[in-house]
């Protein structure tokens, strides 16, 4: 197979590629349309019986017809080498990124979404995965990675349309349900504990699922981590998680019990629906439940053509996603997605010319941070140049040999900019992602940054020196609680000793970053 082109389809760009398929950007030579073809992992002669299973498979996907739903137009199986067989799926080509996208460069860096665009998100999305559910579809792999954000027609919302995509995949791939390798189908990031255990998978999994990503919405980060799949899967089945209030103080408590009920281990103590968890998730925010969320299911039930024609070159008819016009982000105003979103755009005229120059404000500011890291390093360029020191204290209350206090000292250090302030990070070279890394704003004081008098620590890290080589000072939009640290301006290698009072100099990153390989900073 040729990948310059399948049937009708020339391949233009691949777009993606993971352990399921790889996705392409391919264009239609017959009706001159952009499509997405994703390529399967599928195997005939690993199951004798695929072809039926794939058919019957294929046509049930191919069968749903949702706006918030990447709609299927075509299935195939095509030769290869003799009898080596693949399988390729023909779907609406989104414009836009992925939810993973998005969360990585907004949320991860500490900018998080408004109340109004979380209830639009999962009102959406909550929409087209209870219609799948009640057409008996579960989805098996629910991640921001399968949540397409077409690209929005107009300027009042970051967020474009979300497109759940990848429904059936798994099944499509001849997975079954009667073993532990056939039924761990999911990220290990996001997998429900039953999926982890080799149970059978309902649709609450699913829920389970979409409730990591809600966490990691609220948080920038998935409650649990490891170094290797089997790791995150015990967790999920065994551990507690960490109160997404401890990671983010800005949520409300109503909304961390929300979060917590929607990745409860029993999946009967989790949300009945979708619908129902974005539905609290609302009332959490003190905000009204979307009206669509009670309106009758209309297009739930349309008896919609099936595209589906196995094994020819023939595609359906093309599925257009429209667009909603979301609310302008204005804190405890509802953003409710509707169809077309188009006819909304009168109504919100107004306010949108009235605020668009504080959405450009916004945006702006979000990136000064960034920017300000390196407007404020002083002259001296040098590695060696000291600007202080930290100590490791080992506080009365603390176990033997466990250092649960950080002190930090540093002078001649230059003001920070408007609207930021330093923070200090303590973190892990070696596994980056394995913890939530420690960090403190800190206070600025004629030219010094110096801790308080009973010195830094943190209930959720009782040792502060064992499992982190490096102490890092970055500035950080005060508007916004930083999950991951951004460029680094003053840093310290911390090596492990025997000292009483382990104590390492802090030095100035250099302005050019190139000149510190060895450090942080690079």
Request: with cysteine; charged share 15%; proline share 9%.
């Amino acid at each position: 197979m040729g990948l310059e082109q399948i049937g009708k389809y020339e391949l233009l760009a691949r777009l993606g590629q993971g352990g399921m398929g790889e996705v392409w950007k391919a264009r239609d030579t017959q009706l001159r349309r952009y499509v997405a073809i994703k390529l399967l992992h599928a195997d005939l002669q690993a199951n004798p019986d695929f072809v039926a299973h794939f058919l019957r498979e294929a046509q049930f996907v191919a069968s749903l017809h949702h706006p918030n739903i990447v709609q299927v137009h075509d299935f195939q199986l095509i030769n290869t080498q003799g009898s080596n067989v693949k399988a390729y799926m023909v779907m609406d080509y989104i414009e836009g990124g992925t939810l993973a996208d998005y969360v990585r460069n907004t949320v991860c860096k500490g900018s998080f979404l408004q109340a109004t665009d979380i209830v639009y998100l999962f009102a959406a999305i909550s929409l087209a995965l209870d219609y799948a559910h009640q057409k008996g579809m579960i989805h098996r792999d629910i991640k921001p990675a399968n949540i397409l954000l077409d690209r929005p027609t107009t300027a009042d919302t970051s967020l474009g349309e979300p497109i759940l995509s990848d429904f059936g995949i798994a099944r499509l791939q001849g997975t079954g349900t009667s073993t532990l390798t056939r039924d761990l189908i999911g990220t290990p990031l996001y997998i429900s504990p039953e999926q982890a255990q080799g149970h059978d998978v309902t649709l609450r999994s699913d829920l389970y699922s979409l409730g990591i990503v809600l966490y990691e919405i609220m948080t920038g980060t998935t409650p649990f981590k490891g170094n290797n799949p089997i790791a995150i899967m015990m967790q999920h089945m065994n551990e507690k998680p960490t109160s997404p209030a401890l990671i983010n103080p800005n949520i409300p408590p109503a909304l961390c019990a929300v979060i917590l009920q929607s990745i409860a281990k029993d999946p009967d103590a989790r949300f009945p629906s979708a619908t129902a968890m974005t539905a609290a998730i609302a009332q959490a925010l003190n905000l009204p439940t979307p009206a669509s969320l009670s309106k009758p299911g209309s297009i739930n039930n349309e008896n919609g053509y099936n595209p589906l024609q196995p094994l020819t070159s023939v595609s359906g008819g093309h599925h257009e996603s429209g667009h909603g016009t979301a609310t302008p982000p204005i804190p405890f105003v509802p953003a409710q997605p509707k169809r077309p979103r188009r006819k909304a755009l009168s109504v919100y005229a107004a306010i949108i010319a009235g605020i668009i120059l504080l959405l450009v404000g916004i945006g702006a500011f979000t990136a000064f941070p960034r920017l300000f890291s390196q407007s404020i390093t002083t002259t001296p360029t040098s590695l060696d140049v000291v600007i202080g020191q930290i100590s490791f204290v080992h506080s009365a209350n603390a176990p033997r040999n466990t250092f649960d206090q950080l002190k930090i000292n540093l002078n001649h250090i230059a003001p920070p900019p408007a609207n930021t302030a330093y923070y200090a990070w303590l973190v892990n070279s070696n596994s980056p992602e394995s913890a939530f890394p420690p960090r403190w704003r800190l206070q600025f004081s004629n030219g010094s940054l110096h801790s308080p008098p009973n010195n830094y620590s943190s209930p959720n890290y009782p040792d502060l020196y064992t499992h982190n080589d490096q102490f890092i000072i970055t500035v950080e939009s005060i508007t916004n609680v930083p999950v991951v640290p951004g460029k680094p301006i003053y840093y310290a290698v911390i090596a492990h000793t025997s000292s009483s009072s382990p104590t390492f100099a802090v030095k100035q990153c250099p302005a050019n970053s190139s000149n510190a390989s060895a450090s942080p900073c690079s």
